[in-house]
């Protein structure tokens, strides 16, 4: 006879499916950082184009005050 204990868990998904959903999850994780990334590349290049255009203007109007 089986002996059926009744705080035993329920039989779970097959492992192969917990390994397709953990490896889905790492390439949407792994598609999303990308997008990040390239999103925080953008953001600096912009961030140092403000910075030089405003290095500029200040260099500028220090030169025109100056003379």
């Known amino acids: 006879a089986t002996a059926t204990h009744p705080g035993a868990a329920p039989a779970g998904p097959p ?14 994780s792994d598609d999303r950082s990308g997008e990040l990334a390239r999103f925080a590349d953008l953001a600096h290049a912009a961030g ?3 910075e030089a255009a405003y290095d500029a203007t200040h260099r500028a109007l220090n030169d025109a005050q100056t003379r």
Do not use: M
Not at 15 to 28: C, E, H, K, T, V
């Open 48 to 50: 140092a184009a403000c």
């Open 15 to 28: 492992a192969g499916d917990a390994i397709d959903l953990l490896a889905n999850l790492f390439s949407q």
